[in-house]
């Protein structure tokens, strides 16, 4: 049975004021979807809400990691969807919001290249601007970790873009 105080509430309204638009970013530039990330994040928020416990250490941790694990999943149920003659290209509400769906194909063509570890440690710091702390705690792994991959996965993509 969830909790439905209005302390629940309270929390739930600062933490979608607070992490809204960092994770809509994030989802984004993952799934090249307005719908697509909207829908990400709002599940992981009803997520959030539905947990019977509320003894989540670290909300925001909880929160990007849901998102993750959502585009993930989109992404994977895509490639099945897919039709025979290749992807058709995303409606664009404008030309802004055109020129930023070609730049996050680049981008995450480009990260796709790297290993998974890296890439989402690149993602959560630029598409999130999490601290190298955050997504420690995100990835629930030691921040020296999450800078090694941080650090080699920028490195390889200076070696890609030199080819």
């Known amino acids: 049975m969830t909790n439905h105080t209005p302390e629940h509430h309270k929390e739930l309204e600062a933490l979608v004021n607070r992490y809204r638009q960092p994770l809509f970013r994030f989802a ?13 994040v709002q599940d992981a928020f009803l997520r959030w809400a539905s947990k019977p416990e509320r003894n989540i250490g670290n909300p925001q941790a909880y929160l990007f990691r849901m998102v993750s694990n ?6 994977r149920r895509r490639v099945s969807l897919v039709p ?5 290209p ?10 930023a ?7 995450e ?14 993602r959560l710091h630029t598409y999130a601007s999490l601290r190298f702390t955050e997504i420690a705690e995100v990835l629930r792994c030691p ?3 999450v800078k090694s991959r941080f650090g080699a996965g920028i490195e390889r993509l200076r070696k890609m873009s030199n080819l």
């Open 70 to 75: 959502g585009c993930c999943d989109r992404r």
């Open 28 to 40: 984004f530039f993952r799934l090249e979807s307005r719908m697509d990330a909207e829908d990400v």
């Open 101 to 107: 769906l070609e730049e996050a194909r680049r981008i």
């Open 84 to 88: 025979l003659d290749g992807r058709q």
């Open 143 to 145: 921040v020296s970790t």
């Open 109 to 122: 063509a480009l990260l796709d290249r790297l290993p998974p570890e890296q890439a989402e440690a690149i």
């Open 90 to 99: 995303l409606p664009a509400e404008s030309l802004e919001e055109s020129e």
